[in-house]
């Protein structure tokens, strides 16, 4: 078993990210046992999940080990996102300076809006028929 440097738990939609970080690691992100574009299957997604260590500079100082469940692709992604960054700041309290004002630490809080009743979903209303 390997020693940790710091863990970090991410939130985003209904996805939760649980991650690790190895230390004297090469940047080798792992989600699931799996690499991000492997897992997530969009380049854009990939990149998502490596801005924290883009951010600090630290690509090459530490592996991220990321278990993540439940919502889609695009929230598993910022789940990861976040965790990661969660992670680095548990790892070297300096780096919170940087990923701070990045944004990378805030939680985004957008949900998808509950079905209200009378609707076909959150606010679409019912189609409107003349005769």
């Given at each position: 078993?390997?020693?940790?440097?710091?863990?970090?738990?991410?939130?985003?939609?209904?996805?939760?990210?649980?991650?690790?970080?190895?230390?004297?690691?090469?940047?080798?992100?792992?989600?699931?046992?799996?690499?991000?574009?492997?897992?997530?299957?969009?380049?854009?997604?990939?990149?998502?999940?490596?801005?924290?260590?883009?951010?600090?500079?630290?690509?090459?100082?530490?592996?991220?080990?990321?278990?993540?469940?439940?919502?889609?692709?695009?929230?598993?992604?910022?789940?990861?996102?976040?965790?990661?960054?969660?992670?680095?700041?548990?790892?070297?309290?300096?780096?919170?300076?940087?990923?701070?004002p990045a944004g990378l630490l805030t939680r985004d809080p957008?949900?998808?809006?509950?079905?209200?009743?009378?609707?076909?979903?959150?606010?679409?209303?019912?189609?409107?028929?003349?005769?």
């Amino acid at each position: 078993m390997p020693e940790y440097a710091g863990y970090g738990t991410g939130r985003r939609k209904s996805a939760v990210a649980k991650v690790w970080l190895i230390p004297n690691g090469s940047g080798r992100i792992t989600i699931n046992e799996q690499s991000p574009l492997q897992y997530l299957r969009r380049q854009h997604l990939a990149v998502i999940v490596t801005e924290p260590f883009e951010a600090t500079g630290t690509a090459d100082q530490y592996d991220a080990r990321c278990i993540v469940l439940g919502g889609g692709l695009s929230g598993q992604a910022g789940a990861v996102r976040h965790g990661i960054a969660n992670a680095l700041v548990d790892a070297n309290p300096d780096h919170r300076a940087v990923l701070g004002p990045a944004g990378l630490l805030t939680r985004d809080p957008r949900v998808k809006e509950r079905k209200h009743a009378g609707k076909r979903k959150a606010r679409r209303g019912k189609q409107f028929s003349k005769r």
